[in-house]
């Protein structure tokens, strides 16, 4: 919760932006305060006695969010996502030489650290799910992640030896600070991946690292989960490197990740290509999303925008899975859409594409451009470029994110400001 002042008023809000076109500064208030405010002055009180707090100036880059040249927040957002890959690695990683120069990553590997666990809400949990694939396939570390409001409340095991990643754009969502609050109780090590500079979750880990996306004005998540898998890919390098990683996978990783601005820009530039997609696709109610292995996690991300988007029923599954019930569900007026990237257990997928088709069923194929071989599996694909396979999660969200915010405009949505939900989620 955060004090906002103004010559012209007080405010009170969980959330620096909420404020930051009307106020000045911002005084944050930690547990157990309580402000009281009479006639436009504010007290700051904990446990019925005063405090006195040095407030801090809210800074140029929350004052000018705004939306540019675009309709909306979120389109601006991801639109932004090229500069959010700059910003997640400068300071970070040097392209040149191709290394990671980072005194966090440095401390963080001279840590003992046998397992890693990622607790996190919402998209921040989905870009956690494609973190531990990367902790256990480039680090050789085990991985997990787990849903705050779930990992709160089962039994928690404390391990001194395993790191407890907090993520959360906003670094004030309650599942997740309550979870942290938990953790730190035992003390165990705990590490911040939080957009928001100065929030609780960041102030409260004993580590971290920004995402460094900027202001995030739209309700759904975008260009932060950008900038929380780059933090995580790093990170991922970074352990691997004190263990297993050879220095060369390194760096042709390191040199792929270079890429990531240009052929984002590159598919952003694209966009109108997927206008027949969205066309075609808004007439739907119901949509399955399948992906599997690395894209699993990607495949969640780009269902639940959807979904927050367009208010359209969608779920994911991994593609694996299908067969196990959901099958059930395939007809001709429940598309899939399916991302299926070269490298990424493909031919495994190709088969579950096949048992949608032998139902009827509609499949719309993420893939990796000019393979024209691929492209007669599908109804319609969406091409994205090719890439390292360990990248891949990358690569489907911004078409399919475009394609639900298309989709949410032909239903008249409110894109930045979606019913029923919030930007930061206070409350349990
Ligand atoms: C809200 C937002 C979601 C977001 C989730 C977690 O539900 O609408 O877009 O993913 O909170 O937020 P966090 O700030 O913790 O990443």
Known sequence: MIVGLSADGTYLSSDINAVSRVATEFVTLEDHEIVRIISGKYTILSYGKEVNKVSEKITSEFQTAHKGDYET????????????????????????????TN???????????????????????FAGMVGTSWFKEIAGIPADVRISSEFLYDT????????YIFMS????????????????????????????VGSTI?????????????????????KNIIGQLSVLILMAISLGLKRELQMKDARELIRHLGELPEKFQKQLNNKHLLAPIIEKYSAFTNFFFLGRNLLYGTAQECSLKLKELTYIHAECYSSGELKHGPLALINSKMPSVVLNLKGVLR???NSNIK???????????????????????????IEVPTCHPLL?????????????????KKLGRDIDKPQNLAKSVTVE
């Open 73 to 100: 927040f979120t389109e601006k957002e991801i639109h932004e996502i090229p500069e959010v890959f700059r910003n997640a690695f400068t300071g970070r990683l040097n392209f040149e030489t191709q290394t990671i």
């Open 103 to 125: 005194e966090t990553l440095d401390a963080l590997s001279d840590q003992e650290i046998d397992r890693i666990e990622i607790i996190a809400s919402g998209s921040s949990y």
């Open 156 to 163: 928690f095991l404390p391990s001194k030896k395993t790191l």
């Open 169 to 196: 754009q906003s670094g004030e969502t309650a599942d997740v600070r309550e979870s942290l609050k938990m953790v730190k109780e035992k003390g165990c090590l705990t590490f911040g991946i939080v957009n928001v």
């Open 202 to 222: 960041a102030r409260m880990c004993d580590m971290g690292l920004y995402t460094h996306s900027g202001v995030e004005v739209g309700v759904a998540s975008t």
């Open 347 to 349: 031919e495994k997928t």
């Open 355 to 381: 048992e949608i088709k032998a139902r009827n069923g509609i499949v719309l194929g993420v893939v990796t451009e000019g393979e024209q071989h691929q492209k007669d599996l599908y109804d319609d694909v």
């Open 392 to 408: 891949s999660p990358f690569f489907p969200v911004t078409p399919l994110w475009l394609v639900a915010v298309g989709i949410a």
